[in-house]
Protein backbone atom coordinates (compact mmCIF):
# COMPACT_ATOMS: atom_id res chain seq x y z
CA UNK A 1 0.00 0.00 0.00
CA UNK A 2 1.27 3.51 -0.92
CA UNK A 3 0.33 6.47 1.35
CA UNK A 4 -0.32 9.46 -1.10
CA UNK A 5 -0.46 13.28 -0.41
CA UNK A 6 -1.50 15.27 -3.39
CA UNK A 7 -1.46 19.30 -3.56
CA UNK A 8 -3.99 21.29 -5.55
CA UNK A 9 -1.71 23.43 -8.50
CA UNK A 10 -2.43 26.52 -8.70
CA UNK A 11 -3.67 27.03 -4.78
CA UNK A 12 -1.00 28.32 -2.32
CA UNK A 13 -0.44 26.88 0.84
CA UNK A 14 -2.80 28.97 2.85
CA UNK A 15 -5.83 27.33 0.79
CA UNK A 16 -4.70 24.17 2.30
CA UNK A 17 -3.74 24.50 5.76
CA UNK A 18 -4.85 20.73 6.40
CA UNK A 19 -1.96 19.32 4.84
CA UNK A 20 0.52 22.30 4.23
CA UNK A 21 2.80 24.21 6.34
CA UNK A 22 5.51 27.05 6.49
CA UNK A 23 6.44 27.23 10.26
CA UNK A 24 8.22 24.68 12.35
CA UNK A 25 5.78 24.22 15.53
CA UNK A 26 4.88 20.96 17.29
CA UNK A 27 1.53 21.41 17.38
CA UNK A 28 0.70 21.43 13.78
CA UNK A 29 -1.63 18.55 12.94
CA UNK A 30 -0.73 15.48 10.94
CA UNK A 31 -2.03 15.11 7.68
CA UNK A 32 -1.51 11.55 7.73
CA UNK A 33 -0.13 8.47 9.76
CA UNK A 34 1.72 6.29 8.72
CA UNK A 35 3.46 2.23 9.62
CA UNK A 36 7.39 1.91 9.46
CA UNK A 37 8.22 0.40 6.41
CA UNK A 38 5.18 2.17 4.85
CA UNK A 39 5.48 3.40 1.00
CA UNK A 40 4.92 7.77 1.23
CA UNK A 41 4.22 9.72 -1.90
CA UNK A 42 4.00 13.11 -1.49
CA UNK A 43 3.44 16.29 -3.78
CA UNK A 44 5.07 20.03 -2.81
CA UNK A 45 4.88 23.75 -3.72
CA UNK A 46 7.59 25.06 -5.01
CA UNK A 47 9.93 27.24 -2.34
CA UNK A 48 7.91 30.65 -2.84
CA UNK A 49 4.95 28.80 -2.49
CA UNK A 50 3.59 29.79 -6.18
CA UNK A 51 4.75 33.49 -6.43
CA UNK A 52 6.97 32.88 -9.25
CA UNK A 53 5.44 31.57 -12.18
CA UNK A 54 7.00 32.05 -16.23
CA UNK A 55 4.78 34.91 -16.88
CA UNK A 56 6.21 36.76 -13.33
CA UNK A 57 8.29 40.07 -14.31
CA UNK A 58 12.00 41.15 -12.56
CA UNK A 59 9.61 43.40 -10.36
CA UNK A 60 7.81 40.48 -8.84
CA UNK A 61 10.60 39.13 -8.34
CA UNK A 62 11.72 42.02 -5.89
CA UNK A 63 8.07 42.58 -4.49
CA UNK A 64 8.17 38.41 -4.02
CA UNK A 65 6.88 37.64 0.19
CA UNK A 66 9.50 35.56 1.80
CA UNK A 67 6.96 35.22 4.73
CA UNK A 68 5.59 32.64 2.60
CA UNK A 69 9.15 30.54 2.63
CA UNK A 70 8.68 27.37 2.36
CA UNK A 71 5.69 25.89 2.08
CA UNK A 72 5.87 22.17 3.08
CA UNK A 73 3.58 19.33 2.91
CA UNK A 74 2.92 17.27 5.66
CA UNK A 75 3.11 16.63 9.03
CA UNK A 76 3.59 12.67 8.67
CA UNK A 77 3.46 10.86 11.72
CA UNK A 78 5.56 8.06 11.82
CA UNK A 79 3.96 5.53 14.44
CA UNK A 80 6.96 4.46 16.97
CA UNK A 81 8.69 6.88 16.83
CA UNK A 82 9.14 8.76 20.20
CA UNK A 83 11.50 11.30 21.42
CA UNK A 84 15.25 10.36 21.41
CA UNK A 85 14.63 7.55 18.63
CA UNK A 86 15.83 8.33 15.37
CA UNK A 87 13.63 8.52 12.23
CA UNK A 88 15.17 7.11 9.36
CA UNK A 89 13.84 8.44 6.02
CA UNK A 90 15.01 6.74 2.85
CA UNK A 91 14.54 8.59 -0.56
CA UNK A 92 13.00 6.47 -3.08
CA UNK A 93 12.29 8.81 -5.88
CA UNK A 94 11.58 12.44 -6.99
CA UNK A 95 9.46 13.45 -10.02
CA UNK A 96 10.28 17.39 -11.31
CA UNK A 97 8.21 19.49 -12.52
CA UNK A 98 8.25 21.01 -16.03
CA UNK A 99 8.74 24.66 -15.22
CA UNK A 100 11.62 25.98 -12.94
CA UNK A 101 13.26 28.99 -11.84
CA UNK A 102 16.16 30.73 -9.80
CA UNK A 103 15.84 34.09 -8.48
CA UNK A 104 18.44 36.43 -6.84
CA UNK A 105 16.49 38.74 -4.40
CA UNK A 106 17.49 41.85 -3.13
CA UNK A 107 18.68 41.51 0.57
CA UNK A 108 19.21 37.48 0.54
CA UNK A 109 22.24 35.52 -0.92
CA UNK A 110 26.17 34.99 0.16
CA UNK A 111 26.74 37.80 -1.56
CA UNK A 112 23.68 40.24 -1.18
CA UNK A 113 25.68 43.45 -0.45
CA UNK A 114 27.05 43.13 -4.54
CA UNK A 115 23.88 41.99 -5.99
CA UNK A 116 21.13 44.29 -4.77
CA UNK A 117 18.84 44.14 -8.16
CA UNK A 118 16.33 41.16 -8.19
CA UNK A 119 16.75 38.75 -11.19
CA UNK A 120 15.17 36.05 -12.64
CA UNK A 121 16.01 33.14 -14.66
CA UNK A 122 13.53 30.93 -16.24
CA UNK A 123 14.08 26.78 -16.81
CA UNK A 124 12.95 24.37 -19.07
CA UNK A 125 12.74 20.92 -17.15
CA UNK A 126 12.91 17.93 -19.76
CA UNK A 127 14.86 14.53 -20.77
CA UNK A 128 16.83 14.79 -17.30
CA UNK A 129 18.33 18.79 -18.54
CA UNK A 130 17.05 22.25 -17.64
CA UNK A 131 17.94 24.52 -19.65
CA UNK A 132 16.93 28.61 -20.04
CA UNK A 133 16.06 31.28 -22.60
CA UNK A 134 17.73 33.45 -19.51
CA UNK A 135 21.35 31.84 -19.35
CA UNK A 136 22.11 30.50 -23.48
CA UNK A 137 24.69 28.03 -23.90
CA UNK A 138 23.88 26.20 -20.15
CA UNK A 139 22.27 22.78 -19.99
CA UNK A 140 22.16 21.71 -16.16
CA UNK A 141 21.82 17.67 -15.62
CA UNK A 142 19.40 17.01 -12.88
CA UNK A 143 19.96 15.76 -9.54
CA UNK A 144 16.65 16.35 -7.99
CA UNK A 145 16.39 16.80 -3.73
CA UNK A 146 14.17 18.43 -1.54
CA UNK A 147 15.94 21.23 0.34
CA UNK A 148 13.86 20.72 3.23
CA UNK A 149 13.23 17.74 5.06
CA UNK A 150 12.74 17.53 9.23
CA UNK A 151 10.33 16.75 11.80
CA UNK A 152 9.01 19.18 14.23
CA UNK A 153 11.06 20.53 17.25
CA UNK A 154 9.70 20.04 21.13
CA UNK A 155 8.59 22.76 22.97
CA UNK A 156 12.09 23.07 24.91
CA UNK A 157 13.63 23.10 21.33
CA UNK A 158 11.44 25.79 20.13
CA UNK A 159 11.91 28.11 22.81
CA UNK A 160 15.79 26.93 23.08
CA UNK A 161 15.95 28.55 19.23
CA UNK A 162 13.73 31.54 19.98
CA UNK A 163 16.08 32.64 22.62
CA UNK A 164 18.96 32.11 21.04
CA UNK A 165 18.06 33.58 17.43
CA UNK A 166 16.66 36.50 19.36
CA UNK A 167 20.06 37.10 21.50
CA UNK A 168 21.76 36.88 17.63
CA UNK A 169 19.38 39.29 16.46
CA UNK A 170 20.28 41.49 19.75
CA UNK A 171 24.17 40.81 18.28
CA UNK A 172 23.31 42.48 15.17
CA UNK A 173 22.94 38.72 13.19
CA UNK A 174 20.85 38.44 10.36
CA UNK A 175 18.28 36.15 11.63
CA UNK A 176 14.39 36.00 11.12
CA UNK A 177 12.31 35.49 14.02
CA UNK A 178 9.19 34.31 14.36
CA UNK A 179 6.26 36.49 12.59
CA UNK A 180 2.47 35.82 12.25
CA UNK A 181 2.65 37.71 9.18
CA UNK A 182 2.02 34.75 6.48
CA UNK A 183 2.07 31.95 8.73
CA UNK A 184 -0.16 28.70 8.26
CA UNK A 185 -1.54 27.47 10.07
CA UNK A 186 -2.91 30.99 10.91
CA UNK A 187 -4.16 29.59 14.26
CA UNK A 188 -2.85 31.18 17.67
CA UNK A 189 -0.34 30.24 19.54
CA UNK A 190 1.04 28.55 16.38
CA UNK A 191 1.09 31.58 14.16
CA UNK A 192 3.39 33.70 16.56
CA UNK A 193 5.56 30.77 17.91
CA UNK A 194 6.21 28.77 14.82
CA UNK A 195 10.02 28.88 13.71
CA UNK A 196 10.59 30.13 10.63
CA UNK A 197 11.78 27.69 8.54
CA UNK A 198 15.43 29.90 6.36
CA UNK A 199 17.55 28.01 8.71
CA UNK A 200 18.36 24.17 9.10
CA UNK A 201 18.40 23.50 12.78
CA UNK A 202 18.28 20.49 15.05
CA UNK A 203 15.45 19.22 13.22
CA UNK A 204 16.90 19.37 9.92
CA UNK A 205 14.59 21.64 7.90
CA UNK A 206 16.79 23.78 4.82
CA UNK A 207 19.48 22.27 4.90
CA UNK A 208 19.83 22.28 0.95
CA UNK A 209 22.16 18.95 1.13
CA UNK A 210 22.35 18.36 -2.55
CA UNK A 211 23.70 14.60 -1.87
CA UNK A 212 19.85 13.82 -0.48
CA UNK A 213 18.36 12.83 -3.72
CA UNK A 214 16.96 9.61 -4.29
CA UNK A 215 18.92 6.56 -2.68
CA UNK A 216 20.07 8.74 0.26
CA UNK A 217 19.49 7.94 3.73
CA UNK A 218 18.65 11.00 6.51
CA UNK A 219 18.33 10.04 9.39
CA UNK A 220 16.85 13.20 12.06
CA UNK A 221 16.79 12.85 15.81
CA UNK A 222 13.17 12.40 17.29
CA UNK A 223 11.73 15.67 19.46
CA UNK A 224 7.87 14.74 19.43
CA UNK A 225 5.88 11.32 19.23
CA UNK A 226 5.59 10.47 15.83
CA UNK A 227 8.48 12.80 14.84
CA UNK A 228 6.15 14.63 12.24
CA UNK A 229 7.95 14.58 9.19
CA UNK A 230 7.49 17.44 6.47
CA UNK A 231 9.28 18.13 3.02
CA UNK A 232 9.36 20.38 0.35
CA UNK A 233 11.50 23.41 -1.44
CA UNK A 234 12.34 20.83 -4.38
CA UNK A 235 15.70 21.44 -5.88
CA UNK A 236 16.15 20.20 -10.00
CA UNK A 237 20.16 21.29 -9.74
CA UNK A 238 22.17 23.07 -7.00
CA UNK A 239 25.76 23.67 -6.32
CA UNK A 240 27.34 23.25 -3.27
CA UNK A 241 26.76 26.80 -1.68
CA UNK A 242 23.47 27.25 -3.60
CA UNK A 243 25.04 31.06 -3.28
CA UNK A 244 22.56 33.09 -4.69
CA UNK A 245 20.14 32.31 -2.53
CA UNK A 246 18.06 29.82 -4.69
CA UNK A 247 18.85 26.14 -6.44
CA UNK A 248 16.52 25.45 -9.85
CA UNK A 249 13.34 25.43 -7.43
CA UNK A 250 10.26 23.59 -8.55
CA UNK A 251 7.33 22.01 -7.80
CA UNK A 252 7.90 17.96 -6.79
CA UNK A 253 6.61 14.79 -6.23
CA UNK A 254 8.73 12.47 -4.16
CA UNK A 255 8.64 8.69 -2.80
CA UNK A 256 9.53 7.80 0.76
CA UNK A 257 10.13 5.18 3.56
CA UNK A 258 10.46 5.91 6.91
CA UNK A 259 12.33 3.53 9.78
CA UNK A 260 12.23 4.00 13.11
CA UNK A 261 15.58 3.45 15.07
CA UNK A 262 14.39 2.73 18.89
CA UNK A 263 16.59 4.93 21.37
CA UNK A 264 19.17 5.53 18.18
CA UNK A 265 19.50 9.77 19.13
CA UNK A 266 20.23 8.67 22.81
CA UNK A 267 22.54 5.34 22.18
CA UNK A 268 24.28 7.27 19.20
CA UNK A 269 24.89 11.18 20.78
CA UNK A 270 23.17 12.36 17.61
CA UNK A 271 21.74 15.84 17.79
CA UNK A 272 21.95 16.76 14.28
CA UNK A 273 20.22 15.15 11.54
CA UNK A 274 23.53 12.51 9.50
CA UNK A 275 22.75 11.36 6.25
CA UNK A 276 24.23 8.95 3.38
CA UNK A 277 24.57 10.02 0.30
CA UNK A 278 23.04 9.08 -2.61
CA UNK A 279 25.24 7.45 -5.64
CA UNK A 280 24.03 10.01 -7.98
CA UNK A 281 25.40 13.31 -6.15
CA UNK A 282 28.68 11.39 -5.38
CA UNK A 283 28.83 10.28 -8.95
CA UNK A 284 28.79 14.29 -9.80
CA UNK A 285 32.01 14.37 -8.76
CA UNK A 286 33.13 12.68 -12.66
CA UNK A 287 32.90 15.91 -14.48
CA UNK A 288 34.84 14.78 -17.57
CA UNK A 289 36.32 18.52 -17.63
CA UNK A 290 35.84 20.65 -14.57
CA UNK A 291 38.12 23.56 -13.69
CA UNK A 292 38.24 24.99 -9.96
CA UNK A 293 39.17 28.52 -8.90
CA UNK A 294 40.37 29.39 -5.66
CA UNK A 295 39.36 32.08 -2.57
CA UNK A 296 41.77 33.11 0.61
CA UNK A 297 41.68 35.17 3.50
CA UNK A 298 42.32 37.80 1.19
CA UNK A 299 40.12 40.65 -0.40
CA UNK A 300 41.21 44.29 -1.60
CA UNK A 301 44.32 43.96 -0.21
CA UNK A 302 42.27 43.68 3.52
CA UNK A 303 44.15 40.35 5.70
CA UNK A 304 42.18 38.44 7.75
CA UNK A 305 43.38 35.75 9.95
CA UNK A 306 41.39 31.84 9.56
CA UNK A 307 38.00 33.20 7.84
CA UNK A 308 36.71 30.36 5.96
CA UNK A 309 33.63 32.78 4.86
CA UNK A 310 35.91 35.56 3.39
CA UNK A 311 37.70 32.48 1.22
CA UNK A 312 34.13 31.58 0.41
CA UNK A 313 33.47 34.72 -1.14
CA UNK A 314 36.54 35.05 -2.70
CA UNK A 315 36.34 31.85 -4.58
CA UNK A 316 33.55 33.01 -5.99
CA UNK A 317 34.34 36.58 -6.78
CA UNK A 318 37.03 35.03 -8.96
CA UNK A 319 34.66 32.70 -10.83
CA UNK A 320 32.03 35.24 -11.12
CA UNK A 321 35.02 37.49 -13.06
CA UNK A 322 35.93 34.31 -14.73
CA UNK A 323 32.45 33.64 -15.89
CA UNK A 324 32.04 37.04 -17.04
CA UNK A 325 35.11 37.12 -19.29
CA UNK A 326 33.65 34.11 -21.01
CA UNK A 327 30.31 36.31 -21.82
CA UNK A 328 28.07 36.50 -19.07
CA UNK A 329 26.79 38.97 -17.55
CA UNK A 330 27.32 39.01 -13.44
CA UNK A 331 24.02 38.15 -12.50
CA UNK A 332 23.99 35.30 -15.23
CA UNK A 333 27.33 34.22 -13.92
CA UNK A 334 26.16 34.14 -10.28
CA UNK A 335 23.30 32.26 -10.87
CA UNK A 336 25.76 29.42 -12.86
CA UNK A 337 27.63 29.12 -10.03
CA UNK A 338 24.76 28.57 -7.38
CA UNK A 339 23.25 26.16 -9.32
CA UNK A 340 26.13 24.15 -10.83
CA UNK A 341 29.13 25.09 -9.08
CA UNK A 342 30.77 23.02 -6.00
CA UNK A 343 32.33 25.79 -3.06
CA UNK A 344 34.71 23.12 -0.91
CA UNK A 345 37.28 23.67 2.31
CA UNK A 346 40.08 22.29 0.56
CA UNK A 347 42.28 23.31 3.70
CA UNK A 348 41.98 24.89 7.45
CA UNK A 349 45.39 24.42 8.47
CA UNK A 350 47.73 26.87 6.73
CA UNK A 351 47.17 29.82 8.79
CA UNK A 352 46.77 33.03 8.26
CA UNK A 353 44.78 31.97 4.88
CA UNK A 354 41.73 28.96 5.06
CA UNK A 355 41.91 27.79 0.97
CA UNK A 356 38.32 27.19 -0.39
CA UNK A 357 38.23 26.11 -3.76
CA UNK A 358 35.19 26.84 -6.60
CA UNK A 359 34.34 23.82 -8.85
CA UNK A 360 32.81 24.46 -12.36
CA UNK A 361 32.03 21.68 -14.29
CA UNK A 362 32.63 22.38 -17.99
CA UNK A 363 29.97 19.85 -19.18
CA UNK A 364 27.28 22.10 -18.43
CA UNK A 365 27.83 23.86 -21.10
CA UNK A 366 26.43 23.00 -24.86
CA UNK A 367 29.52 24.95 -26.43
CA UNK A 368 32.42 25.40 -23.50
CA UNK A 369 33.44 29.24 -24.03
CA UNK A 370 36.67 29.35 -25.26
CA UNK A 371 38.26 31.33 -22.46
CA UNK A 372 37.21 28.42 -19.72
CA UNK A 373 38.07 25.34 -22.45
CA UNK A 374 41.37 26.81 -22.27
CA UNK A 375 41.99 26.24 -18.94
CA UNK A 376 40.85 23.34 -18.55
CA UNK A 377 43.51 21.63 -21.59
Not at 330 to 354: C, G, M, T
Request: charged residues 25%.
Amino acid sequence: MVVRITVSRGKMCIDEPDKCHNRWHPDIKPVAEVEPGEIVEIETRDAFDGQVTPASSVDDVANVDLNLVHPLTGPIYVKGAEPGDLLVVEVLDIVPDEFGFSVSVPGFGFLRDLFPRPFKVRWNITGGYATSPDIPNVRIPGDPFFGVMGVAPSRQLMESIRKREEELRARGGFVLLPDARGAVPGVEPIASEGLRTIPPRENGGNMNVRHLSPGSRVYFPVFVKGALFSVGDAHFAQGDGEVCGTAIEMRARGRFRFYVVKEGARKYGIKYPIFKPSESSLRRFTWSRTIAVTGMGILDDRQESENATLSARHALLNLIDLLTRAGYTREQAYVIASVAADLRLSQLVDVPNFTVSALLPLDIFIEPPKELLELAI
